[in-house]
């Protein structure tokens, strides 16, 4: 079946750190692939996303590459930032129907 | 700005006492969904409406009831909250055109969290 691997946190990093978070998965077909940032107290913000093999999907600095080859979206910051701290969450759609398959969510905190 | 708005974003309830969660959307999306979160898990999708057509995921309570009486809104009611129903509850919308390969991004709102004493 269809599934979202991330890596566990917490992830704690120091300011301006490089950020990876790493996200695999297994589906059939070709599923389109997300990041979402929870922050705390707040509801899911879609961070980025891309819908096909090898797209790039961008945002306030993150970026993720859909790899079919290795059937990753492995996230990444080339500096991170204290506002960065907060739970992201990698999930892909599901065929033939509206629900997302969810990865645990890799709580990232910032420190000064 | 377009968005999904949730009131209230705080709910205190009585154990057993009915309460309802609304959510209202200006981005005409034909797809609502709503979503249990628990401790910043993963959410749990509990059923989503495609237009006027109701959906329940297989392991939703029957506890758990929604009505949509327009495009633009929501509701989840909660016939009698038990203590294990406190968490955050998440409404999302998306707009879906028909075919195989309609999957679009949904968009959430800030959520609902609801206390249960």
């Known amino acids: 079946g269809n599934s979202v691997t991330q890596m566990e946190g917490p992830v704690t990093l120091s300011e301006e750190a490089f950020l990876t978070i790493n996200c695999t998965y297994t589906a059939t077909g070709y599923p389109s692939l997300f990041w979402y940032v929870q922050y705390p107290g707040e509801g899911l913000q879609l961070l980025l996303k891309?819908?096909?093999a090898d797209d790039k999907g961008s945002n306030k600095g993150f970026e993720a590459t859909y790899r079919k080859e290795t059937t990753s979206f492995h996230l990444e910051k080339g500096s991170v930032q204290v506002s960065d701290s907060a739970v992201y969450f990698c999930?892909?759609?599901?065929?033939?129907?509206?629900?997302?398959?969810w990865g645990a969510g890799t709580k990232l905190i910032i420190k000064p | 700005d377009a968005m999904v708005i949730q009131n209230p974003r705080y709910q205190v309830t009585q154990f057993g006492k009915p309460v309802t969660l609304s959510c209202s959307q200006t981005l005409n999306h034909n797809v609502m969904y709503w979503y249990q979160q628990k401790s910043s898990q993963a959410p749990k999708l509990l059923f989503h409406?495609?237009?006027?057509?109701?959906?329940n995921e297989a392991d939703t309570p029957d506890n758990f009831q929604s009505r949509r009486p327009n495009t633009s809104f929501c509701f989840l009611d909660i016939r009698s909250p038990g203590l294990g129903d406190a968490a955050m509850y998440l409404c999302?919308?998306?707009?879906?055109?028909?075919?195989?390969?309609?999957?679009?991004?949904?968009?959430f709102g800030p959520g609902t969290r609801l206390l249960v004493l």
């Open positions: 999930a892909l759609n599901k065929d033939s129907n509206y629900q997302l398959i």
């Open positions: 891309a819908t096909k």
């Open positions: 409406y495609y237009d006027k057509d109701f959906n």
């Open positions: 999302a919308t998306s707009k879906e055109e028909s075919g195989p390969r309609s999957r679009e991004t949904q968009y």
